[in-house]
């Protein structure tokens, strides 16, 4: 019966997608280095370990939002559900590797989102939590069936660096902020009743308004 274990081994955004992906280099090894896998049906839920690095004073106010003042810290600072990702396994016998597609957000109403922003640099703790259906052949060849037991896991530093040059590419110099509709039609009459030709000029506006 497999033994699946699973480490990984590098990150990096991949370019042109529909929406920011990151690719996960997954390594998968099989105990039983003989016995043919045909396919694994992979789940994986990813949790950020936030009480696993330092923050420095910049972290602490940009997170203000996430997790209060720092004086409380020890009781807000949890783990936190980043995201869950698919994969199918393609065919080996022994290890492979195999890019784990995790889709990636900047929507701030996404606690993941908040703090990935609020990070400046170094290291994200990650811990990826895996489960799925391995297809495999018996000793007579015939195929069996069994389940990954959720006690898989695999622990994973992502630089700071990965997340912010990923979404450099999907969205220059820009964030998404997704409002309420009666928020944005009120912002959208403010702009209109003023003549000004831009979003940003808007919002430049009425916090300069609040100065």
Request: aromatic letters at 12%.
């Amino acid at each position: 019966m497999p033994d699946l274990n699973f480490q990984v081994e590098g990150a990096e955004a991949i370019a042109f997608a529909a929406s920011p992906l990151l690719a996960f280099k997954l390594h998968i090894t099989n105990a039983n280095a003989e016995e043919p896998i045909h396919s694994v049906a992979l789940r994986c839920q990813i949790q950020i370990e936030v009480t696993r690095r330092r923050y420095s004073p910049q972290d602490q106010e940009r997170l203000l939002d996430l997790f209060g003042e720092p004086e409380r810290w020890g009781q807000t600072l949890r783990n936190m559900l980043w995201t869950h990702a698919n994969t199918v396994v393609p065919p080996f016998t022994g290890s492979t590797i195999v890019d784990l597609q995790v889709p990636c957000t900047f929507d701030f109403n996404v606690a993941a989102a908040k703090y990935f922003y609020g990070v400046e640099d170094g290291e994200v703790p990650l811990n990826l939590m895996f489960s799925g259906t391995v297809f495999y052949a018996n000793d007579e060849g015939n195929l069996q069936v069994t389940q990954i037991p959720w006690d898989k896991e695999s622990r994973y530093r992502l630089p700071v660096s990965a997340w912010r040059e990923m979404m450099e590419i999907y969205y220059p110099n820009s964030a998404w902020l997704c409002l309420r509709q009666d928020v944005f039609d009120r912002l959208y009459q403010y702009k209109v009743k003023r003549g000004i030709p831009t979003w940003e000029q808007a919002l430049e506006k009425l916090l300069k308004d609040e100065e």
